[in-house]
């Protein structure tokens, strides 16, 4: 009797339409959409797109090319040369992200010790990725203005000669003519000799202070750990698909929303009639409750097989080195849903009232659960709160299989945690169902 509840109320889902939209096809395209905001169809998946970003001012060409060759291999940034009135019109379309603009770095700035000052326009429209690119900047120039301290400290002659004396770039480049600069060159003045010997100091203390730098003294290593991987240095690597990040939680958010639906068939029966002649069938008191139950998960596990299915057809989505690990998840996480909303809609008077609080507390638990933010980015208070949620657990499931490509032994807890919560709630519902007067007080 159990199986042909389940049938009926697949059948009649397949016949409603706009429902199968709903549960499938709006889901999916929601997902590609955002899919597709993240980089587009690829064979290595969705990534961030580079940020476009000018740069402005005439560096020597050494500098020039070890920049152009940095930015590129990056991967983060699409470069473009221009003068400043052109940075100035692009940065205010918003067509770059920001402009970086390089100050006089004439070889008499830069070997003289004076303050060198970098500028950077940004979009205030765009302003995530416009400070991107600030943090970057600020992040290398920390590590510039340490290795400057360090060289002021320990060779403070190079840059600041005795009173009374001249620093020799000062009498090297006194004449800004390039022309008479080859010209000290090349006859060998005492001003180019002395120039040279600076110079050489100058490199030689760098190479001692690179070689001194090269070897940490202290460091950090950093390793993951988690239940099922006790013995391993090291976790697997975690994926740098974005989607892997993003596909799971957004599925059970869409999950949490067709299980809601699903439970609301309850009201929609009685409105129809459909269940007054249900329940003068020979069901027992568990069948009808069951039969919900497992028509709701089915339909959360359909829905879920769609979207991991065009997550791998479409964005090379990772499925995890164990299918049976991935399988275990869906099916623990569809179950939980299907029995978390059943009380829900035992309580509630009628599908209106169901779908106002469903829909809050839906939302609530995705907040705090991990379905838009990762856990592990939450702060210390939400991610304490959001253990106590239920799909906190499937959404740390499903990260752990998918994108830190783990199996079983990584979920144990994980799936333990499902089943009671799926157990428990069904037992609620029970409880419920008899408080109400069993087959009359659904009436």
């Known amino acids: 009797m159990l199986g042909v509840l389940v049938r009926k109320d697949i059948r009649r889902w397949w016949a409603d339409r706009q429902s199968v939209i709903v549960t499938l096809a709006l889901p999916l395209l929601l997902t590609a959409v955002l899919g597709v905001s993240f980089g587009g169809f690829g064979d290595d998946g969705p990534q961030m797109e580079a940020i476009p970003l000018a740069l402005v001012g005439d560096p020597p060409q050494l500098i020039r090319d070890s920049l152009d060759n940095a930015?590129?291999?990056?991967?983060?940034?699409?470069?473009?040369?221009?003068?400043?009135?052109?940075?100035?019109?692009?940065?205010?379309?918003?067509?770059?992200?920001?402009?970086?603009?390089?100050?006089?770095?004439?070889?008499?700035?830069?070997?003289?010790?004076?303050?060198?000052?970098?500028?950077?326009?940004?979009?205030?429209?765009?302003?995530?990725?416009?400070?991107?690119v600030q943090q970057i900047l600020e992040r290398m120039l920390l590590e510039v203005r340490a290795g400057e301290a360090v060289y002021v400290a320990v060779w403070p002659e190079d840059w600041y000669p005795a009173q009374g004396e001249h620093h020799p770039f000062d009498m090297f480049f006194k004449d800004t003519s390039l022309l008479e600069v080859w010209r000290q060159v090349r006859d060998g003045t005492s001003e180019a000799e002395a120039a040279w010997k600076q110079m050489s100091t100058i490199f030689d203390h760098q190479v001692v202070l690179s070689d001194a730098f090269a070897t940490p003294a202290v460091d950090l290593v950093t390793y993951e750990r988690s239940?099922?991987?006790?013995?391993?240095?090291?976790s697997p690597q975690s994926s740098r698909n974005m989607f892997d990040w993003i596909l799971p939680g957004m599925g059970i958010f869409f999950m949490m929303f067709a299980a809601a639906n699903a439970g609301g068939d309850l009201h929609r029966e009685r409105a129809s009639g459909t269940l007054r002649r249900l329940l003068v069938a020979p069901l027992r008191?568990?069948?009808?409750?069951?039969?919900?139950?497992?028509?709701?998960?089915?339909?959360?596990?359909?829905q879920m097989m769609v979207l991991f299915g065009a997550g791998k057809l479409l964005f090379k989505m990772?499925?995890?080195?164990?299918?049976?690990?991935?399988?275990?998840?869906?099916?623990?996480?569809a179950g939980m849903l299907a029995s978390f909303y059943l009380p829900l809609a035992l309580l509630t008077r009628d599908e209106k009232q169901l779908g106002q609080v469903s829909t809050g507390v839906t939302l609530f638990l995705a907040l705090i659960g991990g379905n838009f933010i990762q856990p592990e980015a939450m702060p210390a208070v939400l991610q304490t709160i959001g253990r106590f949620t239920p799909?906190?657990?499937?959404?740390?499931?499903?990260?752990?299989?998918?994108?830190?490509?783990?199996?079983?032994?990584?979920?144990?807890?994980?799936?333990?945690?499902?089943?009671?919560?799926?157990?428990?709630?069904?037992?609620?519902?029970?409880?419920?169902?008899k408080r109400r007067g069993g087959k009359v007080g659904l009436l």
């Not at 920001?98 to 008499?108: I, K, Q």
């Not at 060198?116 to 400070?131: G, H, I, M, T, Y």
């Not at 499937?394 to 799926?422: D, E, K, P, Q, W």
Request: with cysteine; proline share 4%; hydrophobic share 50%.
């Open 285 to 302: 008191d568990s069948d009808l409750l069951l039969g919900k139950w497992s028509f709701a998960a089915a339909n959360g596990l359909l």
């Open 318 to 333: 990772n499925l995890g080195p164990d299918p049976f690990a991935l399988a275990l998840v869906a099916l623990a996480t």
């Open 227 to 234: 239940a099922g991987e006790v013995g391993e240095m090291e």
């Open 391 to 433: 799909n906190y657990w499937a959404n740390t499931a499903f990260t752990s299989v998918i994108a830190y490509n783990r199996g079983v032994g990584s979920v144990g807890m994980h799936l333990l945690i499902l089943m009671s919560i799926t157990v428990v709630f069904l037992g609620l519902s029970v409880l419920i169902y």
């Open 71 to 132: 930015l590129d291999q990056s991967g983060f940034f699409r470069p473009v040369w221009c003068d400043s009135l052109t940075a100035d019109s692009l940065v205010r379309k918003g067509e770059v992200r920001a402009a970086l603009v390089f100050p006089d770095m004439s070889p008499a700035i830069l070997f003289s010790g004076e303050k060198v000052v970098f500028e950077l326009w940004k979009d205030p429209v765009s302003a995530f990725q416009a400070d991107i």
